[in-house]
C-alpha cells in the first residue's frame, strides 16, 4: 500500500482480524501442514515480494497473532500504529520471529518508540480485546475470512495479497481514488 500511495490518494485504515483464533499460544509448526500447500503459498508470495522488492521468509511456524493484534491497538491509540504494524511484519516475515511471545512484542513496542513497561502493563491487562472481538465480528459480517482483505465502495472485498498494478486498477475501478498530483521540483542554487 505504501508503494501504491506514491501513485495515487489513497486512505487506509487497518483493522485487526484474527484468522486463526484457535492456533494454540505457543503457535503451530509449519512442519504440520502439508507440504504443497506450503509450497504453493511461500512461491505465490516470494512471486508478490519480488515484484514489490520486500524480503520474505516463510516462518517455520504460525504464530498466535492475538498478542500482536493488542499491541496494535496499544500503538494505534499512542500514534505509533504504522511504525508498530511494519516492525511486527518484519519481525515475523524477515525475521522468523515468534509474534505470539509477550517478549518479542514488548522488544518490538520499545523499538517503536512505545514505553516497553508501560506497553507490557497494557498487554498483561488486556485492556483492547473487546475492540478485537468488535473488529472480529465486523469483519466476519463484511465476509472477511483473510488477509489481508481491503473494502472498496462500490468494489466490496478484496481479499489476500494483491499486486500493485492489480490493487490499483482494483482502487481506481472502484472510484475511491485520484492521482496524486505532482509536486512542483524545486531547486536550490548556490
Given at each position: 500500500m505504501q508503494q501504491l500511495s506514491e501513485e495515487i490518494a489513497i486512505q487506509s485504515n487497518w483493522r485487526p482480524f484474527e484468522i486463526h483464533p484457535e492456533t494454540p499460544q505457543e503457535g503451530l509448526s509449519i512442519g504440520r501442514f502439508p507440504t504443497?500447500?506450503?509450497?504453493?503459498?511461500?512461491?505465490?508470495?516470494?512471486?508478490?515480494?519480488?515484484?514489490?522488492?520486500?524480503?520474505f521468509r516463510m516462518p517455520r511456524k504460525l504464530a498466535n497473532s492475538r498478542l500482536a493484534l493488542l499491541g496494535g491497538e496499544i500503538a494505534r491509540e499512542a500514534g505509533k500504529f504504522e511504525a508498530y504494524h511494519e516492525a511486527v511484519f518484519r519481525a515475523y516475515f524477515q525475521l522468523d520471529q515468534d509474534i505470539g511471545d509477550l517478549e518479542v512484542l514488548v522488544q518490538i513496542a520499545e523499538a517503536v518508540g512505545l514505553g516497553a513497561d508501560d506497553f507490557g502493563e497494557s498487554m498483561r491487562e488486556k485492556r483492547h480485546q473487546q475492540a478485537l472481538q468488535v473488529a472480529h465480528e465486523q469483519a466476519l459480517s463484511m465476509g472477511i475470512m483473510a488477509v489481508p482483505s481491503f473494502v472498496l465502495p462500490d468494489a466490496?472485498?478484496?481479499?489476500?495479497?494483491?499486486?500493485?498494478?492489480?490493487?490499483?486498477?482494483?482502487?481506481?475501478?472502484?472510484?475511491?481514488?485520484?492521482k496524486k498530483k505532482q509536486e512542483p521540483e524545486t531547486r536550490e542554487e548556490l
Open positions: 504443497e500447500i506450503v509450497e504453493r503459498l511461500n512461491d505465490n508470495i516470494q512471486s508478490l515480494a519480488a515484484e514489490l522488492n520486500i524480503e466490496g472485498v478484496i481479499s489476500g495479497v494483491q499486486s500493485c498494478s492489480q490493487m490499483k486498477q482494483l482502487i481506481e475501478k472502484s472510484g475511491s481514488s485520484q
